[in-house]
């Protein structure tokens, strides 16, 4: 189990991407999960709108994603945006 100490050392660790991730993508809410000992989990971002379902089936948007590392999840919102470029286009 990890200690308090060691917590809040990690997510100390990875307030400055989060800060990042959200700065570039004002359009999510981005923010890291927990585990059950307390410990930093996933990095996932939401969805500041409503999705309709068309769009979500249609052009594969979904309303949250997660990913284990920052750079994975940049990865995916890229990927979200260029769906949704495609869905207003359309």
């Known amino acids: 189990m990890a200690s308090q100490q060691n917590v809040t050392k990690l997510l100390s660790e990875g307030s400055g991407e989060l800060a990042r991730l959200a700065e570039d993508w004002p359009d999510w809410h981005v923010w890291r999960g ?18 309709t379902r068309a769009e979500e089936h249609a052009f594969r948007l979904f309303p949250t994603v997660d990913a284990d590392q920052p750079v994975q999840l940049e990865a995916r919102l890229r990927e979200q945006a260029v769906r949704e470029a495609a869905n207003e286009r359309a």
Do not use: H, Q, V
């Open 34 to 51: 927990r585990r059950d000992d307390g410990s930093p989990g996933s990095w996932l971002a939401t969805r500041r709108r409503y999705l």
